[in-house]
């Protein structure tokens, strides 16, 4: 297995990996059993030997169990590991009930995760969206106290407005925007992600399979107590019509002697030198594919096809973010 190459996140921001771990799944999440502790902690220590430094969670995920499992994972490996911390958001009994940014909250959810996570510092904290009841300038401003602490390193923004984003620059500078980023969801192209580039900032693409979308193992309909029953764009007519898109994308990767996950992870990779691909993993198995898919180009061709595809709004169904 090859090792990961390093970028820099945003023009200004740390060295990290090209490829970045997402440790959500190895907790509990909408209500699922919590994966082997050991094997997420095996998986987490062959991601950091194989060069991927940068792994994502968030203090809610698994209630504080997601960072209490990478600080085990990262005893005596400190200076491996680049720790990114989403927080504000609030659940209880497993459902989201809001978000409090408070800069009270901020100190406070802050002191928690470095005594779970076992550090002494975050290297990236980011609230994990705004909701518009705490001003930017609070929100922003209360982080760049915990960097001039040495309780942060660098800021960043998660699911934001291009307004936003400006304003939160305008404030510290940012280092890194995490947004759901794929071919099925294109959205950020038209103002968010020029913007980001404008200013710097880093993006860090999460959800590049589109929850599962463009993996090629869908089948229609899905089971009755699948959580993807939810989003619009996983239901009936939808389905169908966007199953029939990503068979373009399937018989590409079977050309290219890959898989279609591997060739989702790999157009986002290919956007630009500012985008870092956020891959959920819970299992050591996932690991050489994923990685595999940071070596994969394309003809412009290729590019051509896929992007006319997949072009903006060419996905039925509300957006990531819009479920």
Wanted: proline share 4%; charged share 20%.
């Amino acid at each position: 297995m090859s090792k990961i190459k390093k970028i820099q996140l945003g023009q200004n921001g740390p060295l990290v990996s090209e490829l970045g771990l997402g440790c959500m799944r190895m907790s509990s999440i909408w209500g699922s059993p919590t994966p082997d502790e050991t094997e997420s902690i095996a998986t987490i220590h062959q991601a950091l030997d194989s060069g991927i430094n940068f792994l994502n969670t968030g203090d809610f995920y698994g209630a504080g169990h997601n960072e209490m499992l990478i600080g085990k994972a990262i005893k005596g490996r400190r200076d491996d590991a680049f720790i990114s911390v989403k927080f504000g958001a609030i659940f209880y009994n497993g459902q989201w009930i809001g978000m409090d940014l408070r800069p009270i909250a901020i100190k406070n959810f802050v002191t928690y995760s470095l005594t779970r996570l076992g550090i002494e510092t975050i290297d990236l904290y980011q609230p994990s969206r705004m909701d518009g009841s705490v001003p930017i300038e609070d929100i922003i401003g209360t982080i760049a106290d915990l960097v001039k602490e040495g309780k942060v390193r660098h800021i960043g923004v998660s699911e934001i407005t291009s307004d936003q984003l400006r304003k939160a620059n305008s404030i510290y500078p940012i280092s890194a925007l995490e947004i759901a980023y794929s071919l099925a969801d294109r959205q950020i192209e038209n103002d968010l992600l020029p913007t980001a580039r404008e200013l710097g900032i880093g993006v860090v693409a999460f959800a590049n399979t589109a929850e599962g979308l463009l993996t090629g193992d869908l089948q229609t309909p899905l089971a009755a107590d699948d959580y993807r029953n939810h989003f619009s764009r996983f239901q009936g007519e939808n389905l169908v019509h966007n199953l029939e898109k990503v068979e373009v994308l399937k018989q590409m990767a079977s050309n290219k002697g890959i898989t279609p996950t591997q060739l989702a992870i790999a157009w986002v990779k290919e956007q630009g030198d500012n985008i870092m691909p956020l891959v959920s993993m819970s299992r050591r198995s996932r690991l050489p594919e994923n990685i595999a898919a940071m070596e994969i180009v394309f003809t412009n061709e290729e590019m051509n096809i896929l992007n006319s595809t997949f072009a903006i709004g060419s996905i039925k169904g509300g957006t990531y973010l819009q479920r």
